[in-house]
């Protein structure tokens, strides 16, 4: 029997009905949908936009870090948030400043040029994801808790088709406009639409009980919880490094810009093949342990040799680095179901993970950034992203032992 099936939440005698569920689940796959377009559609055209001259090297770096390290700066802040106000609120917050980052982040601000635009734009884009990244799996184990591997395997799904659809489409519309600006403006219409609909969830969601403001297991104290955290920092360090750099590591490699955006956008579609079964298969083997092991090995591998292996053969290496990361991702991201017993212990984990993995993980983007500032080259973080599997490896195997946060 699938293990989702032995959760520990009651379905409460007032659940919503068939179909407002459904039209739930429609959203929060929605929501995820749009977690990492500001990601990668900036990297589609950090080329561009590097020839533009607008954008000074100093800032690159810091327009490559910042983001991941804000997922980990405001990741903490979403268990006392969703307290507070309640998630599904929070949620509708969170998708309206994402928004509005979207739109402020191609902006120009007359003498100062875009930069004070794109960072502005780039920091409310972190802060929001941050908080969307930690509430969307509390969200599944409390409204799904029958269909864990399902709707874990849609919402993540959706999350990495994000960075695809940003990776593949934010470059042919630069080709089209003639205008980086535009690209990158194009991906605010998409997170408006999804927030006007997510209207009427949160319109609707129960007000918040002030007896449930404190509850679950604590997180800090658990070694179960420590090993899934340093499992996701490792996940994080290879796969915000992708999403920042493969683009430029395959055109400095002598792949055309199309070219490249057409491969790391074919890669990131099998990283949501990959995202769509891996919870199925997590829920339903004893433990995780040889399947956490696996897919870190897959995806430290494939981001190595796309980056030192023979350019002939790149394809192969994209293949196997899209499958690796996105079961890889999805994976780290449904351990938080998984090794936890209700909703309120599951969001506590997922601002302790996210914010410990994402706020030290952003330090991959920064090391890519800083060997090829060093160096003239990738080389160095091809070696560098050997290592770092082995870290995933390690925390992979612990964190996939079949225990629960709380009972260790």
Not at 4 to 32: H, M
Not at 44 to 52: G, Y
Not at 74 to 80: H, Q, Y
Not at 307 to 320: C, K, Q, R, S, Y
């Amino acid at each position: 029997m699938i293990r989702e099936l032995r959760t520990q939440d009651a379905t409460p005698a007032n659940a919503p009905s068939r179909r407002r569920l459904a039209f739930l689940g429609v959203c929060l796959v929605l929501i995820g949908f749009n977690l990492r377009t500001a990601f990668s559609s900036f990297a589609a055209v950090l080329t561009e936009i590097r020839a533009s001259g607008s954008v000074p090297e100093w800032a690159i770096s810091l327009l490559t870090t910042v983001p991941v390290t804000l997922l980990g700066v405001f990741a903490p802040l979403a268990p006392v948030l969703a307290r507070r106000f309640g998630p599904k609120r929070v949620l509708l917050g969170a998708m309206a400043v994402l928004t509005l980052g979207l739109f402020i982040r191609p902006s120009e601000w007359g003498p100062a040029g875009h930069l004070p635009g794109l960072i502005l734009g780039t920091a409310l884009c972190g802060a929001a994801i941050a908080l969307c990244n930690v509430i969307l799996p509390s969200e599944v184990k409390q409204d799904f808790p029958h269909r864990l591997g399902l709707m874990g395997g849609l919402y993540t799904a959706a999350i990495v088709a994000s960075a695809a659809f940003g990776a593949g489409f934010t470059y042919p519309v630069y080709q089209a406009t003639g205008s980086w600006n535009a690209a990158l403006l194009f991906w605010a219409f998409p997170a408006l639409a999804v927030t006007l609909l997510f209207v009427v969830v949160a319109v609707r969601a129960r007000p918040v009980r002030r007896a449930a403001e404190h509850g679950g297991a604590n997180v800090w104290r658990s070694r179960t919880a420590w090993h899934v955290t340093l499992y996701m920092l490792f996940q994080a360090m290879t796969s915000f490094s992708v999403f920042a750099w493969l683009s430029p590591i395959l055109r400095e490699r002598g792949i055309d810009g199309a070219t490249a955006g057409l491969m790391v956008s074919a890669s990131i579609v099998l990283q949501v093949l990959g995202s769509l079964f891996a919870p199925v298969l997590a829920a339903r083997f004893w433990d995780q342990r040889a399947f956490n092991v696996t897919l870190a090995v897959m995806t430290s591998l494939g981001f190595a040799l796309s980056v030192l292996g023979p350019i002939e053969l790149v394809w192969v290496w994209i293949a196997l680095l899209g499958l690796g990361q996105g079961a890889l991702t999805a994976a780290a991201l449904t351990l938080i179901m998984l090794r936890t017993r209700d909703a309120r212990t599951a969001v506590n984990l997922s601002g302790m993970m996210q914010g410990v993995g994402y706020g030290v993980g952003s330090t991959g983007t920064l090391l890519v950034a800083a060997i090829h500032q060093a160096t003239g080259a990738f080389t160095l973080a091809g070696y560098a992203f050997l290592a770092i599997g082995v870290g995933a490896s390690v925390f992979g195997y612990l964190s996939g032992r079949r225990r629960t946060v709380g009972e260790d």
